[in-house]
């Protein structure tokens, strides 16, 4: 196991930034218990001396031409929740380390992208081109790998006896700590992680609580340390607040290029493509507008896909400034890779079966039927349309039959004859002949016996015993 | 020698080899009148075939009779997307038309028809597709006669002969009329033939 911590220090900033150029320096405001004050501040801004933490009002002297966002703590962990898709592109396992950072298992992917540097580089360029520039690192477990991204040099630690010391010159204000904690920390004259490994654990364990403890131990390999993987739902939905009214198609092709971007992340992921798109334009006063894009054949290709949207946008008229956006897709689809036949021919069977589901799966059940042929004299009764899938093979039927049925001993665990049975197929339920005094409700199976016949097998409904009626020549 | 060199290079494109060098598959009709008419000896393989008629039961489908029952026989999946009436089951398996292979979709929206017909042509998994579209526009018809390209699968429209008029992507278009000794059948466009050649067949 190899973990990549990404932590993202100005995720607010940058979710903002994606999607506007905002007109001076901006900050993002946060209401702290009736005081105003800087959550997060952009280069510009701090270059003028605006701190985080700072007043609001101290902010503005400093810099009057401040720009400000409110601070949107949903929408933050919306984002981080998108940029989860966009990483299932990397692994399949990603936990989500609220409420700025992204957990990566990278051992099992190491391979497929040429080795752990460059992994990390394209993780980080993948950053980089989404606006978002995190602080990584790399650990055998992910509580180290999660302490150590919080230093800047992005510390890649790939061998398990490199990771004690790599973590003893962590500084105590990388760990998650209460203040208390620190305070008391600082007080012993503890600068790092190191110093407090030396002390003996009774005693950290007394002062800092067994769950500090604990989390030590899952950093230094210790003890196990599972977490809940992210598990993309098989659709995509996001939503995206513009900051700014956009009134022109390309303002709005950069807020979709990133919802894009991470639709891609997520479609290579689930190794899956969409053939359907709903985009919605919030409006301000007027009802939302759905724009669909319907493709040919299924893709997941971000760039492709904003191709199209560009074309598909550059037609519309928009009514009004546009304040959000919301992309929806249908279910997702399995990506096509067809197994050619062993000389190059479409293997057209399975190719069949998708057809019928996917003409089934839009017009509904009903809608694929197969035209058959009733014993009737009456021409109107001599037809009928039977669902095209169920009964196209009625279930298999064995060459011999047996007249009477033979019982069949119970066995453990269930039928039994000359040994267990195993069941293989079934059940067919035939429910018949009620009219004829001889009602039958029995649940078909087909086993096979010890000596690797195949057998017909029932049971009748609502009881245990089992009926041996054919075989299978 | 000059000319030989300037038809054998990459940029001149031959009319002939056009169609002969690269000759997409056909499909025997079981009428060699009909077949003789056809360019490649019966129906295109992998493109669509319009039929204009203005009734139905003139022998549209007795037409196409002896294409279904070998495809029937072939397990291939037939298609019938929106047709007017009922496909009675007896009569079909009076012809001997298998009836296992046959499929019968209805969409209750008029424009599913035609994403119907794109989608099974485009499979390649069926034998052969008959659509009776309510409207259909030129893009569309170039949407479906591109699937059936790609997919390579037959389909049959079947549409009215006032349509003749439109111009249309599709491989083959045939005039259908019903004539005292059987169906009257004219080309109106084939790739590679004149049209306007005609016969009468007894279907």
Same mark, same amino acid.
């Given at each position: 196991m190899l973990w990549l911590a990404l932590r993202f220090p100005h995720l607010a900033l940058e979710l903002v930034a994606a999607v506007q150029v905002p007109a001076g320096p901006l900050v993002i405001r946060q209401q702290q218990a009736n005081r105003q004050q800087v959550f997060d501040a952009d280069p510009a801004a701090r270059r003028l001396g605006v701190r985080r933490g700072m007043s609001m009002k101290q902010a503005q002297l400093l810099v009057p031409e401040l720009a400000i966002v409110d601070r949107d703590e949903v929408g933050e962990a919306e984002g981080l929740e998108r940029l989860a898709h966009w990483a299932m592109q990397f692994t399949s396992q990603v936990v989500v380390q609220s409420p700025r950072g992204l957990l990566l298992e990278i051992g099992a992917s190491r391979r497929l992208f040429g080795g752990v540097t460059a992994l990390h580089r394209q993780v980080i360029t993948s950053c980089e081109q989404l606006g978002h520039a995190p602080r990584s690192a790399i650990a055998p477990n992910p509580q180290a790998a999660w302490w150590l991204s919080a230093l800047s040099q992005a510390p890649v630690i790939t061998r398990e006896w490199e990771l004690r010391t790599a973590l003893a010159a962590l500084p105590l204000d990388c760990l998650e700590l209460s203040d208390k904690q620190r305070q008391a920390l600082r007080r012993m004259g503890l600068q790092h992680l190191g110093e407090c490994l030396r002390l003996p654990r009774a005693g950290l364990r007394r002062r800092f609580g067994a769950e500090w403890l604990e989390r030590l131990d899952r950093a230094l390999g210790h003890s196990p340390d599972p977490r809940p993987c992210f598990r993309p739902p098989h659709r995509f939905a996001a939503r995206l607040e513009l900051p700014a009214e956009v009134d022109n198609c390309s303002g709005l092709l950069f807020g979709l290029r990133r919802l894009l971007q991470e639709l891609g992340g997520a479609l290579l992921g689930a190794d899956a493509a969409i053939d359907r798109l709903m985009l919605t334009l919030e409006h301000a006063d007027l009802p939302p507008v759905d724009i669909a894009l319907q493709l040919l054949e299924p893709q997941r290709d971000p760039g492709y896909l904003l191709e199209l949207w560009r074309e598909r946008l550059e037609r519309e008229a928009l009514q009004a400034p546009v304040l959000s956006l919301r992309l929806a897709s249908v279910e997702f689809q399995s990506a096509g890779h067809a197994n050619l036949g062993?000389?190059?021919?479409?293997?057209?069977r399975a190719e069949g079966q998708a057809l019928w589901e996917r003409l089934q799966a839009r017009?509904?059940?009903?809608a694929v039927r197969r035209p058959g042929v009733v014993a009737d004299h009456r021409p109107e009764s001599a037809w009928s349309l039977e669902n095209s899938t169920d009964g196209a093979p009625p279930g298999q039927r064995p060459l011999w039959l047996l007249d009477p049925p033979e019982r069949l001993r119970q066995g453990p665990e269930g039928p039994w004859r000359d040994g267990p049975l195993r069941l293989e197929q079934g059940p067919e339920r035939i429910e018949s002949g009620w009219w004829q005094g001889r009602w039958v409700r029995r649940d078909y199976f087909i086993a096979t016996d010890s000596h690797g016949a195949r057998l017909w097998l029932f049971r009748q409904a609502d009881e245990r015993d089992w009926y041996l009626h054919g075989r299978f020549g | 020698m000059i000319l030989e060199e300037l038809l054998s290079s990459a940029p001149v494109w031959r009319g002939d080899t056009l169609l002969l060098g690269h000759r997409p598959r056909t499909l025997p009709s079981g009428y060699p009148a009909l077949d003789g008419l056809l360019s490649g000896g019966?129906?295109?393989?992998a493109a669509l075939t319009e039929l204009l008629l203005d009734h139905h039961g003139i022998g549209e489908l007795g037409l196409l009779r002896p294409l279904l029952v070998e495809l029937g026989q072939a397990g291939k999946p037939v298609v019938w997307i929106s047709p007017p009436y009922i496909p009675y089951a007896p009569a079909l398996r009076q012809a001997r038309i298998a009836l296992e292979s046959m499929r019968w979709v209805a969409p209750d929206?008029?424009?599913d028809a035609a994403w119907v017909a794109e989608q099974c042509l485009r @499979?390649? @998994?069926?034998?052969v597709v008959l659509l009776w579209p309510r409207a259909l526009n030129t893009k569309m018809l170039r949407r479906l006669q591109l699937a059936a390209e790609q997919g390579e699968c037959p389909g049959f429209l079947f549409r009215p002969r006032a349509a003749a008029t439109q111009s249309s992507p599709v491989a083959l278009r045939l005039l259908l009329s019903p004539q005292a000794r059987g169906l009257g059948v004219e080309l109106l466009k084939c790739r590679g033939r004149r049209p306007g050649a005609g016969t009468c067949l007894a279907v």
């Amino acid at each position: 196991m190899l973990w990549l911590a990404l932590r993202f220090p100005h995720l607010a900033l940058e979710l903002v930034a994606a999607v506007q150029v905002p007109a001076g320096p901006l900050v993002i405001r946060q209401q702290q218990a009736n005081r105003q004050q800087v959550f997060d501040a952009d280069p510009a801004a701090r270059r003028l001396g605006v701190r985080r933490g700072m007043s609001m009002k101290q902010a503005q002297l400093l810099v009057p031409e401040l720009a400000i966002v409110d601070r949107d703590e949903v929408g933050e962990a919306e984002g981080l929740e998108r940029l989860a898709h966009w990483a299932m592109q990397f692994t399949s396992q990603v936990v989500v380390q609220s409420p700025r950072g992204l957990l990566l298992e990278i051992g099992a992917s190491r391979r497929l992208f040429g080795g752990v540097t460059a992994l990390h580089r394209q993780v980080i360029t993948s950053c980089e081109q989404l606006g978002h520039a995190p602080r990584s690192a790399i650990a055998p477990n992910p509580q180290a790998a999660w302490w150590l991204s919080a230093l800047s040099q992005a510390p890649v630690i790939t061998r398990e006896w490199e990771l004690r010391t790599a973590l003893a010159a962590l500084p105590l204000d990388c760990l998650e700590l209460s203040d208390k904690q620190r305070q008391a920390l600082r007080r012993m004259g503890l600068q790092h992680l190191g110093e407090c490994l030396r002390l003996p654990r009774a005693g950290l364990r007394r002062r800092f609580g067994a769950e500090w403890l604990e989390r030590l131990d899952r950093a230094l390999g210790h003890s196990p340390d599972p977490r809940p993987c992210f598990r993309p739902p098989h659709r995509f939905a996001a939503r995206l607040e513009l900051p700014a009214e956009v009134d022109n198609c390309s303002g709005l092709l950069f807020g979709l290029r990133r919802l894009l971007q991470e639709l891609g992340g997520a479609l290579l992921g689930a190794d899956a493509a969409i053939d359907r798109l709903m985009l919605t334009l919030e409006h301000a006063d007027l009802p939302p507008v759905d724009i669909a894009l319907q493709l040919l054949e299924p893709q997941r290709d971000p760039g492709y896909l904003l191709e199209l949207w560009r074309e598909r946008l550059e037609r519309e008229a928009l009514q009004a400034p546009v304040l959000s956006l919301r992309l929806a897709s249908v279910e997702f689809q399995s990506a096509g890779h067809a197994n050619l036949g062993l000389f190059g021919q479409p293997s057209g069977r399975a190719e069949g079966q998708a057809l019928w589901e996917r003409l089934q799966a839009r017009l509904g059940r009903e809608a694929v039927r197969r035209p058959g042929v009733v014993a009737d004299h009456r021409p109107e009764s001599a037809w009928s349309l039977e669902n095209s899938t169920d009964g196209a093979p009625p279930g298999q039927r064995p060459l011999w039959l047996l007249d009477p049925p033979e019982r069949l001993r119970q066995g453990p665990e269930g039928p039994w004859r000359d040994g267990p049975l195993r069941l293989e197929q079934g059940p067919e339920r035939i429910e018949s002949g009620w009219w004829q005094g001889r009602w039958v409700r029995r649940d078909y199976f087909i086993a096979t016996d010890s000596h690797g016949a195949r057998l017909w097998l029932f049971r009748q409904a609502d009881e245990r015993d089992w009926y041996l009626h054919g075989r299978f020549g | 020698m000059i000319l030989e060199e300037l038809l054998s290079s990459a940029p001149v494109w031959r009319g002939d080899t056009l169609l002969l060098g690269h000759r997409p598959r056909t499909l025997p009709s079981g009428y060699p009148a009909l077949d003789g008419l056809l360019s490649g000896g019966g129906w295109p393989g992998a493109a669509l075939t319009e039929l204009l008629l203005d009734h139905h039961g003139i022998g549209e489908l007795g037409l196409l009779r002896p294409l279904l029952v070998e495809l029937g026989q072939a397990g291939k999946p037939v298609v019938w997307i929106s047709p007017p009436y009922i496909p009675y089951a007896p009569a079909l398996r009076q012809a001997r038309i298998a009836l296992e292979s046959m499929r019968w979709v209805a969409p209750d929206q008029p424009g599913d028809a035609a994403w119907v017909a794109e989608q099974c042509l485009r @499979s390649g @998994s069926c034998g052969v597709v008959l659509l009776w579209p309510r409207a259909l526009n030129t893009k569309m018809l170039r949407r479906l006669q591109l699937a059936a390209e790609q997919g390579e699968c037959p389909g049959f429209l079947f549409r009215p002969r006032a349509a003749a008029t439109q111009s249309s992507p599709v491989a083959l278009r045939l005039l259908l009329s019903p004539q005292a000794r059987g169906l009257g059948v004219e080309l109106l466009k084939c790739r590679g033939r004149r049209p306007g050649a005609g016969t009468c067949l007894a279907v």
